[in-house]
């Protein structure tokens, strides 16, 4: 079993514009919401290029951020620690 620690878990989000106006207003069309920091970065690769291998992801969460991301792990079935 790998155990990955990610003492700085992070929320990605990435905008998606139709048009980008320089010196304008650029408004978003839609965005996405992942999971981040490098822990939960190198469990997506596992997941891509090894299933076979368990793992498991220790981390720290607080707040509605926190909230958010625990919602995310649960969404991307990660298995993970949480404290």
Known sequence: MIHVVCPNPA?????????LEINGVSRAVSSQDLLGGKGFNVIRSFKVDDKNTPYII?????GY?????????QKEDVSSVIT
């Open 65 to 73: 951020t926190g909230e958010y991301l625990q919602t995310l792990i």
């Open 11 to 19: 929320l990605d989000r990435t905008l998606f514009l139709k048009t």
């Open 58 to 62: 220790h981390s720290f969460l607080g």
